[in-house]
Structure formats: structure tokens, C-alpha cells
């Protein structure tokens, strides 16, 4: 199983996001690692996300930062795979996943503008696990040191502020930066395992 980097490139788009950084550099060495060392045949699909992992843990912070751009930013919804649209709405139907609250949106929407000016260079990935994303808005919030608008409508504070201009960026390529690199590549293999599941590979 997983003897060429045709069939190893058609799952891993389906674990992960299709990018271009994992046609051309990740699949390219998972094929070269699992060559180099088999993987496990118990859970052959478990052990590649976990050498897919390791792998993408290896390169530089560029590169890294790159792959997990791939994954659409929480709270989109157009332009997502049916995985993520099924994950960003806690696992909901496609009609009930029309329901999420405008403001949610707009709230998450912003947020996504603020983590980008803290942490600039990269994209706030979590791992959803059933969550609505009222909850991964205020985990974003946590995350940003930001108030909870939501829990408050409509009498609260507007869904826009703070400004993302006026936020503290955290130094691209510092202990802080790169810590938040890590935990979003290592939730992207959370996911994969969902998927995974999900999808009985």
C-alpha cells in the first residue's frame, strides 16, 4: 500500500488540502521516506499522517507556513472542500450549515483579519472536533486576548473591533511565532485522523 507517489498524492488530498506544496515537495519525500523505511501495516493510512507530519515538521518555516495556508480559514464558505464544510460546521448537514448566524460570520471574519496581524505569515488552523464555529470564535478570541462580542448580542461591543490595526504583532520567526506553527501543523494531522475516520481509509 502506498507504493507510488500517484496513490499516496490521491489520499494525502484527501487527508490534507490539495496545494502545491504537497504534490511537489511533501508527496515527493513521503514516497522517498516510505521506501527508505516501510510503513506500519497495521494502520498503514495512521502511520502516513504521522510520517507526513514528522516531514512537514522538518522544513523550514516557509515552507511549513505554506502548507497550512491550504486549509481554508474558519468560518469561509465558498470554495471549501465538502471535508472542511462538513468540519466548520460541526459536523452539520449542508442545509443546516446555511444557518450559521451572519454575525458569527462577521465576528469570524474579523478575527481571522486580527490573528493574520499578530501572527503574520500565518493562518489560524484548529482542529474543529464537532465544534460550532461560535465556540472556535471564542477560541480565537482566547487566543488573541480579545473580548466575546457574540456572547453579549446584540447589546455588546460591534463584531469589528478591536481594529486588527492596532494589535501587537508577534515577531515572524520568534519562539512565540514558531510555537503557533507547530500547533497549527500538528492540528492539520488532528484533522487528517478525522478525516481518516470519516472517510474508513
Known amino acids: 500500500m502506498y507504493e507510488d507517489q500517484n496513490g499516496i498524492a490521491s489520499v494525502l488530498t484527501q487527508l490534507f488540502e490539495h ?7 511533501l508527496v515527493p519525500e513521503l514516497f522517498q521516506s516510505i521506501r527508505n523505511i516501510p510503513l506500519e501495516s497495521i494502520d498503514p ?3 502516513l499522517i504521522e510520517r507526513a507530519i514528522a ?3 522538518a522544513w523550514n518555516a516557509h515552507e511549513q507556513a505554506e502548507f497550512i495556508a491550504a486549509h481554508p480559514r474558519i468560518g469561509e464558505i465558498k470554495q471549501l472542500s465538502a471535508l472542511s464544510a462538513k468540519e466548520q460546521s460541526g459536523g452539520l448537514s449542508a442545509t443546516t450549515r446555511l444557518g450559521t448566524h451572519p454575525d458569527v460570520l462577521k465576528r469570524l471574519e474579523h478575527l481571522n ?7 503574520s505569515g500565518l493562518r489560524y488552523i484548529t482542529f474543529v472536533n464537532g465544534r460550532t464555529r461560535a ?3 471564542r477560541e480565537m478570541e482566547d ?3 480579545l473580548g466575546h462580542p457574540l456572547e453579549n448580542f446584540p447589546n455588546g461591543p460591534p463584531m469589528n473591533e478591536p481594529m486588527a490595526e492596532s494589535l501587537i504583532c508577534v515577531a515572524k520567526n520568534s519562539e512565540d511565532w514558531l ?3 507547530k500547533r497549527a501543523v500538528d492540528d492539520v494531522g488532528k484533522i487528517a485522523k478525522s478525516r ?3 472517510l474508513e481509509l
Open 19 to 25: 496545494s502545491d506544496i504537497l504534490i511537489t515537495k
Open 45 to 47: 493510512t495512521n502511520a
Open 55 to 57: 516531514i512537514i515538521h
Open 113 to 119: 483579519a486580527c490573528y493574520e496581524r499578530v501572527y
Open 135 to 137: 465556540a472556535i470564535a
Open 143 to 145: 487566543k488573541l486576548q
Open 179 to 181: 510555537n503557533e506553527l
Open 196 to 198: 481518516q475516520k470519516s
